[in-house]
């Protein structure tokens, strides 16, 4: 029952209004329901006494209506609270209108003075305002003491109306009003002190919080969604450099600039570990960054700030150490050039994309006069004087020419613009006269002494490193050929290498164009009857003119060229010995000569034996001359490969004896059938006894070692009798043919009398 009156009394959420709104209804109409039940029972007996009936009917219209009025404050409380103040102005109206004394009529009237309180208390102000307007018309009825209407024969003015109207005014407001009044009042106070209570918790936590706030640990901020700073604490505030109090309504990015947010790389070596994050620079210089936003139900943000500040300079430090360690794996620390890995992948870059039209060229200088600065000064000033000399290389150079320091004390620069050799040529002088001649360190004048060497680049280069090889053995040949007391690279060195290089160049072309040839150049017997021809190349280019072989052959061997000539000669040579075998029957040995670097070719016989099968030549019409200074260079292989040709039926003659530095005993180490005496001995028969001997004694161990003997350059009869006279078994030189040109020979083979014998003859005896 009390629950039903009193409701849930909880705190004055505003949803929960109508509770107490709800129970101060019901407490009205169930107060009013029963008190003024006594009153209506009396009056209604009393009425029935004196027979007005009419009395009873009213009576129990209003307890209807109360019935109803409780009813529906079950279900809605404005149906219910309307229904409340119709039944005060209906219970006026009544009072007012059916009640014949006016003096007790108008009592029933001060009901109607409730109605704005209830108004109030269940609509609004609004009604309430609007019912204390509407009053003024009974009470301005009641001011001129007139009644409303009377209606004749509804006379319900019994005897105790007097006691009953003082009786339903006393019940009405001495207990109903007041008893909802106190319904509210006691819902207030209790809302109140809630309210307090709230408050004081609301106190309590607040310092809780502005105490966690600013002793967090951490720096934090309370901002709103367009980032003002509503809250900082004292971290947050030292961090950015803020004045709370002075510095109100400003926004986070205000103290931040984000324009040069660093980003930094937190963690450990694992990278799965790392954490990036970004750093802003606060207007004092720090480095702070912005973690753990989280955004509150209310659409503020909380900020936690973390001083970056060290991590930034430790990033910033191992960024730097990282970046010096990136640029020391590919730059010289002494001059802060590219090393050579770095100067290897730019030249791959150059030899895959060839500059059409455009000469290239890798041009090393070898500063030669360190070694002096190191031994006269020390270390220190020979690093002073290999740095200047870069710096003033560096700046000799035509623009965006890379340079690189390729060893110790060679440099080496790629030209790539020029169109002709002698171009670069000229470039690399022009450079070379604007290095300086001697330089001033720490009071001693230096001397500034180079050597140059230049390999061109060919569209057949694929390696760096060939090319930087090339360079070098370059560089070397100019140091070489030079006077190393004064400065190095003459002019007499410029020519030459002038001249190399377009020999280099001619080379490639000249293979291209068909510009070489092969003489032949007879052996002859003891009587003068051909034993063999030797195939001698002649190269006449189109720019350079008539080069000679110890020219070409050389720089040949030197640019790596020498293969290439090499398989044209052998293609040749056995193209020939087809074309007699094929005009004559019969063909003499052919003597071809071999450098060094081909005898050490994996692919020479395979080469060998392609060019014979190509040709149907037999290993018999073939010999080789391989020199004695190109044997010793790799001298197991040389033997390897010496002895399988040896093996197959060619013939191996060893070239220009007794000019190298081995022993004549070397000569049993060579699988040869056959030794060609230097003709710089054949030269000095006659002359110089040394050379004499040295010929007897090449002539007998050759006889010792079953091979068969030839000296080269004879030219005078003199030294035909000397050499037929120490036991020499073949002859080539001016006396008897110099080298011919085919048709020359074509016409000494067609004559009859032509003391030729055909190879194949002593195919198996294996000599010439
Ligand atoms: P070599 O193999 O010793 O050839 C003999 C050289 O002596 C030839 O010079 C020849 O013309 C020259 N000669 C012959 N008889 C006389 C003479 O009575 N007096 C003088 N003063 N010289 C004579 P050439 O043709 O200029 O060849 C020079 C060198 O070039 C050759 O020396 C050989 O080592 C090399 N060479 C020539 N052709 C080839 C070749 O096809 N391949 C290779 N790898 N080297 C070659
Ligand atoms: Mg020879
Ligand atoms: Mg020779």
Request: hydrophobic content about 45%; overall charge negative.
């Amino acid at each position: 029952m009390f629950r039903w009156l009193f409701l849930n009394e909880r705190a004055l959420a505003p949803a929960e209004h109508a509770v107490w709104k709800l129970s101060a209804l019901r407490i009205i109409l169930v107060s009013g329901f029963l008190l003024e039940a006594i009153v209506a029972i009396d009056s209604s007996i009393d009425a029935w006494r004196v027979g007005a009936y009419q009395v009873l009917w009213i009576v129990a219209f209003f307890y209807v209506v109360l019935s109803a009025g409780l009813y529906y404050s079950a279900r809605n409380l404005h149906t219910g609270a309307a229904i409340l103040l119709a039944t005060v102005y209906a219970a006026a109206f009544s009072i007012y209108s059916f009640i014949d004394q006016f003096s007790i009529a108008k009592l029933g009237i001060i009901f109607i003075y409730t109605a704005p309180i209830i108004a109030r208390l269940f609509f609004g102000t609004r009604l309430a305002l609007l019912l204390m307007a509407v009053n003024f018309l009974p009470f301005g009825m009641l001011l001129l003491n007139r009644p409303l209407v009377s209606f004749p024969g509804i006379n319900m003015t019994l005897q105790g109306a007097h006691a009953y109207i003082q009786s339903l005014l006393f019940l009405f407001f001495n207990v109903c009003i007041p008893l909802a009044v106190f319904r509210v009042l006691h819902t207030l106070d209790k809302s109140v002190s809630q309210i307090q209570l709230a408050s004081k918790e609301l106190e309590v936590s607040h310092g809780q919080y502005q105490e966690i706030f600013q002793n967090a640990g951490s720096a934090l901020l309370l901002t709103d969604a367009g980032g003002k700073i509503l809250q900082s604490n004292h971290l947050a505030d030292s961090l950015l450099g803020r004045d709370s109090n002075t510095d109100k309504e400003t926004v986070l990015f205000e103290w931040i600039s984000l324009d040069n947010s660093v980003r930094l790389k937190v963690g450990g070596a694992d990278e799965s570990a790392n954490m990036r994050m970004s750093a802003y620079r606060t207007r004092d210089g720090k480095m702070v960054a912005l973690e753990n936003i989280s955004q509150t139900s209310n659409d503020h943000y909380i900020v936690a700030l973390r001083d970056v500040s060290g991590l930034h300079s430790m990033h910033h430090a191992l960024q730097l150490s990282l970046e010096r360690e990136d640029y020391l794996s590919s730059h010289d620390p002494l001059t802060d050039l590219p090393n050579r890995d770095m100067l290897r992948q730019h030249l791959q870059g150059v030899l895959s994309n060839p500059h059409h039209g455009k000469v290239t060229a890798l041009v090393s200088f070898r500063l030669n006069s360190i070694r002096h600065a190191n031994q006269q000064f020390g270390a220190h000033t020979g690093d002073i004087l290999l740095r200047r000399f870069a710096e003033d290389l560096k700046r000799a150079l035509p623009p965006n020419c890379f340079c690189a320091r390729l060893r110790s004390i060679v440099f080496s620069f790629v030209l790539d613009h020029s169109r002709t050799p002698g171009e670069i040529i000229t470039l690399v002088e022009k450079i070379r006269h604007a290095l300086p001649k001697e330089m001033e360190i720490e009071g001693a004048t230096l001397m500034v002494q180079f050597s140059a060497g230049i390999a061109l680049i060919r569209a057949e280069d694929k390696e760096p490193d060939d090319l930087i090889r090339r360079s070098e053995m370059a560089l070397d040949t100019a140091r070489r050929s030079s006077d190393q007391t004064v400065t190095l690279f003459d002019e007499e060195d410029a020519q030459q290498i002038r001249r190399s290089v377009e020999v280099e160049v001619g080379i490639v072309n000249g293979l291209k164009l068909k510009e070489f040839r092969l003489l032949y150049q007879p052996k002859v017997r003891h009587d003068g009857s051909i034993a063999g021809i030797e195939a001698l190349l002649r190269w006449k280019s189109a720019t350079l003119g008539n080069v000679p072989p110890a020219e070409f052959i050389p720089i040949a061997e030197r640019a790596g060229l020498i293969r290439h000539i090499s398989n044209y000669v052998l293609d040749q040579a056995c193209a020939q010995i087809r074309e007699w075998l094929d005009k004559f029957g019969s063909c003499p040995v052919v003597a071809v000569n071999l450098s060094a670097s081909d005898i050490t070719r994996n692919d020479l016989i395979q080469l060998i034996e392609t060019s014979c099968q190509r040709y149907q030549v037999a290993p018999s019409y073939l010999e080789f001359e391989i020199t004695e200074t190109g044997l010793i260079a790799n001298e197991n292989l040389s033997i390897q490969h010496l002895d399988a040709l040896k093996a197959r039926g060619f013939g191996i003659a060893i070239d220009d004896f007794g000019t190298g530095y081995s022993s004549l005993s070397k000569l049993s180490h060579f699988p040869a059938q056959s030794v060609k005496i230097d003709r710089s001995f054949v030269a000095q028969i006659g002359y110089n006894r040394k050379s004499e001997m040295i010929i007897k004694a090449i002539v007998s161990l050759a006889n010792i070692l079953l091979c068969t003997t030839v000296a080269e350059g004879v030219e005078n009869e003199s030294q035909e009798m000397f050499l037929k006279e120490v036991g020499c078994d073949f002859f080539q030189g001016y006396l008897y043919y110099r080298p011919l040109e085919v048709e020359a020979l074509d016409d000494l083979f067609a004559q009859n009398d032509s003391p030729m014998q055909d190879a194949g003859a002593f195919a198996s005896s294996a000599t010439l």
